[in-house]
């Protein structure tokens, strides 16, 4: 299986941002899925003595035989979305510039976040050759025949950290007071659907995601920035333990006006997910700090030691006082915020 590799472009306050939220907002997917599902079965003629004694007959071979008799059939199921979606999700991140390393904690992202999205659905089956009666026609074997069979659809898809990073992820200093970082996450992915009304739910695949990027430490909170490349993302799903598709009754074409009822039995025997284009998560983070105010030690408390650190990063003009756009002026705009931080107090 190939993975996708996600880019984080990170800015956090010098006391390292802790809690991440993912802002549906101003996040995106924008892209493409196909979906495609094998499955092996059966079909039959939906006649029967006592409810449908008019029904369809299924018959092997070309001509002869008698009764309703199962028809060996396979049928390949593609599934093609189109995604224009706002995720949403959280995580925690806590870097440590000392040792340069880096964790994330309780990465969860619902990339759906709670939409449903429809997809367009073609199938095709292939048979032995049989023929029905009532109406007669002969369907000769080894000719895919394309079918409707309703819709299908995306429930859910979600990413959800299952262990600790480990190793940490690591960083190494730019020396412009930014950090590159590097490392990978161990995470589950969880996909439903539904095919011919009915769910398929594979159950999450573990798999690990690579993580890439730049911190750059800013005053009183972060955002995180997370760009992945649907390009690279192929994944194949366990079915072994899916349980058969309910009976589909369908009806075949003839050669004339009338229709021959079927009804299929199917078991997935293959599942898998190809997909193109870009996930943008843009995640707000709360640092150390209580809020914007809250520059120094000890943190969660406001006082004589942060209204030093600003004083001393507004006159400096260091990155750590400019609380206010327009970003890199330092102008009474900061001294406001931080007064309001200041005054409104922590929690």
């Known amino acids: 299986m190939r993975t996708a590799c996600i880019a984080l472009a990170i800015a956090v306050a010098p006391a390292l941002a802790d809690e991440f939220t993912i802002d549906p907002g101003t996040s995106s997917i924008l892209g493409s899925a196909s979906l495609t599902i094998a499955t092996d079965g059966s079909l039959i003629g939906d006649y029967d003595a006592d409810t449908n004694p008019t029904g369809t007959q299924t018959r092997a071979g070309l001509f002869g035989g008698s009764g309703n008799n199962p028809i060996p059939v396979s049928i390949d199921v593609v599934s093609d979305t189109t995604f224009d979606l706002g995720p949403s999700g959280s995580f925690t991140l806590d870097a440590d510039t000392g040792s340069l390393t880096f964790t994330v904690d309780a990465f969860s992202a619902d990339m759906l976040n709670g939409q449903t999205v429809a997809s367009t659905i073609g199938a095709t089956f292939l048979y032995d050759t049989f023929h029905t009666v009532d109406p007669g026609m002969l369907y000769p074997g080894g000719i895919p025949l394309p079918i409707d069979l309703g819709a299908a659809e995306f429930t859910t898809y979600t990413i959800e950290q299952t262990g600790p990073m480990d190793p940490p992820g690591v960083l190494i200093d730019n020396g412009d007071g930014t950090y590159t970082l590097a490392g990978q996450i161990p995470v589950a992915t969880t996909i439903v659907g539904s095919v011919f009304g009915n769910p398929v739910e594979p159950g999450p695949t573990e798999t690990v995601l690579?993580?890439?990027?730049?911190?750059?430490?800013?005053p009183g909170g972060a955002t995180v920035t997370i760009e992945v490349d649907l390009g690279d993302l192929s994944q194949d799903f366990d079915t072994s333990t899916l349980p058969p598709l309910p009976d589909i009754p369908f009806e075949l074409p003839t050669l004339g006006t009338d229709t021959a009822g079927?009804?299929?039995?199917?078991?997935?025997?293959?599942?898998?997910?190809?997909?193109?284009?870009?996930?943008?998560?843009?995640?707000?983070?709360?640092?150390g700090g209580c809020n914007a105010a809250d520059l120094a030690e000890p943190f969660g408390v406001l006082d004589l030691a942060d209204l030093t650190a600003f004083i001393t990063g507004f006159l400096a003009q260091d990155p750590s006082a400019d609380l206010a756009p327009p970003a890199g002026t330092f102008d009474l705009a900061d001294v406001q915020a931080f007064v309001t931080a200041f005054v409104g107090g922590c929690p």
């Open 262 to 287: 079927v009804i299929l039995t199917l078991s997935i025997s293959s599942a898998g997910l190809e997909a193109s284009g870009a996930i943008s998560l843009v995640a707000n983070g709360v640092a």
């Open 210 to 218: 690579p993580i890439a990027g730049t911190l750059t430490p800013m």
